[in-house]
């Protein structure tokens, strides 16, 4: 058993470590509080232009073939500076990936080349409908045959990067009268693509340089090319991809907790109350040691997950596992953090408000953390029942 | 055209350290490495004149020291180096500056390069003695602290910061040696598919005892963190007198009145 990673590894880990720091973390405040696309879309585009978008991509497609290790390491030092550069980077990846499994030679060297090079500023992953969370198999969009093509009628929301992504991987109902989840299947919907109609962006309380809209399919007619893998295949691809997706989701959390917690150290190891320095009363210690032991817990969970999906062995369960508790693990860091810094965590005058609100929905998007439970339960009842 | 670009491997600058248990040197366990600051400059310069060149020169990175500096070398390598030369010694450390450089001297003599860049010094040892001794020993043209850097038709045209923030412009025929300083370019991000890339380029090893005839000429006798600095001095009463205090420590301690 060996636990350290490769030269490579590391010197993914080192650049991404050194363009989040030099890069996003300068602007990441302001992004948040004032958007500003322009240098938000501008860091994607450098970022896609070091390999960042592709890093499980065939070299071949314009992606980096680093392995999946690599894509939870970079992720997690993104998100130290910037979670809501980590998320676009996480999500552009999870679309990347399943075009390659899925897609067909056309499609692969159609889209992959122009999402991996940052011609696409971002991908979309339009599954979720307002009668369709937690419950993804209930969505009623509907994908009708049209000549040689198909008609998208339906509703999607908070679709992460809507309003630049170059392409949208939509999920629609192709067959109503199959079972529940047996008759929806992947389109691939190009921005601009008339019945494509960006709507409304949410206002939310986190990561919120990171558009979210809603996407609304208005008879929206893509060509019989658009299918993306098999007919009526489309629910199982994306509870498949979701999984790689979550050891995205996990490594970001595990950077925005890792960020809170060095931000409240540090500041407690300078800040001084009744003659001594904080880091000198128990209360706070327990917290920074509870804290470091959950955040390494969850990233030795993500890396095994991580090792497991790069080197081909199931990892559904695992990546739930990880996604779960680093989630978990960063929410309860940062609200330490906050606590650490008294009145100022409270305050825009100090990161850690800003980390406290970015990791609150990582134990939501990508599959609530209930959801988790589930699907690891059902994992381990596997060998039982 | 044939370039040689000389990297060290150096510890986190914001590392805490602490003495070895030899108490010669710092001890390296939990310490992470890192390509050396003015060697990036060195690498980016190098990469560059390639690329102005068409491609024609071929690059070689080396560095000297335990296997861990494979790492270094293969970030080198990402940036655009060609080959890499590892001159392994698990104990560079305890050598001095004469010692590496006659070391690297003896790799190059043989091969012919036309152009050696190296940092200005490294970020842990700080000696800068390496890239002009390694110059001498060759019998090349060497300028140190480059700011600027040009090449046409086997002359290199380089500004060096002097004191007092003054510049001066020279000209060198090559064979050539230069030491690179901060403010001579922006050193690329290695790219993720270049990272990958790497992996399948030459690196090539030479054991030090090979390379290295030559005894020390100097020794580190030991090392230690300075001495805790004392609180600083408060003045404290009449303004008027705080004033005349002040003024006398400025004309004893300092040279701001002279």
């Not at chain 1, 980590?86 to 999402?115: D, W």
């Not at chain 2, 020169?57 to 020291?65: A, Q």
Request: net charge negative; proline share 4%; with cysteine.
């Amino acid at each position: 058993m060996n636990f350290d990673l490769s030269e490579e590894q590391k010197l993914i880990q080192e650049t991404a470590r050194q363009f989040a720091s030099e890069r996003l973390a300068p602007v990441a405040a302001r992004l948040d509080r004032e958007g500003d696309r322009e240098t938000f879309l501008a860091n994607l585009k450098e970022l896609a232009g070091l390999g960042f978008m592709g890093l499980n991509v065939y070299q071949a497609y314009g992606g980096s073939e680093t392995g999946s290790v690599a894509f939870s390491l970079a992720i997690t030092e993104i998100a130290r500076a910037c979670a809501s550069t980590a998320v676009t980077v996480s999500v552009n990846n999870m679309v990347c990936e399943l075009i390659q499994s899925v897609g067909s030679e056309e499609q692969k060297l159609r889209y992959l080349p122009r999402i991996c090079s940052g011609s696409y500023p971002a991908a979309s992953f339009a599954l979720t409908e307002p009668g369709a969370g937690s419950d993804a198999a209930a969505l009623s969009t509907r994908a009708e045959a049209d000549g040689d093509g198909w008609r998208l009628t339906g509703t999607k929301v908070f679709i992460t990067s809507a309003p630049y992504a170059g392409v949208f991987v939509v999920w629609a109902v192709t067959d109503p009268a199959a079972g529940k989840g047996n008759g929806i299947s992947c389109f691939l919907v190009e921005a601009g693509t008339p019945g494509l109609v960006i709507g409304r962006e949410e206002v939310k309380t986190g990561q919120r340089a990171s558009a979210t809209n809603e996407v609304l399919l208005d008879g929206c007619r893509v060509p019989r090319e658009a299918l993306l893998g098999r007919l009526n295949d489309g629910y199982r691809i994306a509870m498949s991809e979701l999984a790689g997706g979550r050891i995205g989701i996990g490594s970001l959390a595990l950077g925005v907790g890792l960020a809170a917690m060095d931000f409240a150290t540090a500041y407690a190891a300078q800040r001084e109350q009744f003659d001594r320095k904080l880091v000198e009363f128990e209360a706070l210690q327990w917290m920074i040691a509870d804290s470091y032991t959950e955040l390494e817990a969850a990233r030795l969970l993500l890396m095994n997950a991580a090792f497991r999906k790069e080197t081909g062995k199931g990892f559904a369960k695992e990546a739930s596992m990880a996604k779960l508790f680093a989630s978990d693990a960063a929410n309860r860091a940062c609200y330490k953090a906050v606590q650490m810094l008294g009145g100022y965590g409270y305050t825009a005058s100090y990161p850690v408000e800003r980390y406290a609100r970015d990791a609150r929905i990582t134990s939501i998007y990508e599959g609530t953390n209930e959801i988790q439970r589930l699907i690891i339960a059902r994992e381990v009842l596997r060998s039982f029942i | 055209m044939k370039i040689l670009v000389c990297i060290k491997q150096v510890p986190d600058m914001e590392s805490r350290f602490k003495p070895d248990s030899a108490g010669g040197w710092y001890s390296d366990t939990d310490l992470a490495f890192r390509m050396n600051e003015y060697d990036e400059y060195a690498v980016e310069q190098a990469v560059q004149l390639k690329e102005q060149l068409g491609g024609e020169p071929e690059v070689v990175v080396l560095s000297v020291g335990p296997d861990r500096v494979v790492e270094a070398l293969k970030k080198a390598l990402a940036m655009g180096c060609d080959r890499a030369v590892q001159v392994q010694d698990p104990a560079a450390h305890l050598k001095d500056p004469w010692q590496i450089a006659s070391a690297i001297a003896g790799y190059a003599k043989g091969e012919n390069f036309d152009l050696i860049f190296t940092g200005l010094q490294s970020q842990d040892r700080g000696s800068a003695q390496v890239g002009v001794t390694l110059a001498e020993i060759l019998g090349f043209s060497s300028v140190t602290t480059i700011v600027g850097f040009e090449y046409a038709d086997g002359t290199a045209t380089v500004r060096r910061e002097l004191e007092g923030g003054l510049k001066a412009r020279v000209q060198l025929k090559t064979p050539a040696l230069v030491t690179c300083q901060l403010g001579l370019n922006v050193p690329r991000y290695p790219t993720l598919p270049n990272i990958m890339k790497a992996k399948k380029k030459e690196i090539l090893t030479l054991p030090m005892a090979d390379l290295l005839h030559e005894e020390a000429r100097s020794a580190t006798v030991s090392f230690y963190p300075p001495p805790k600095r004392s609180g600083g001095i408060v003045l404290e009463g009449d303004v008027a007198l705080q004033v005349d205090q002040l003024l006398d420590i400025l004309r004893d301690k300092t040279t701001v009145l002279r």
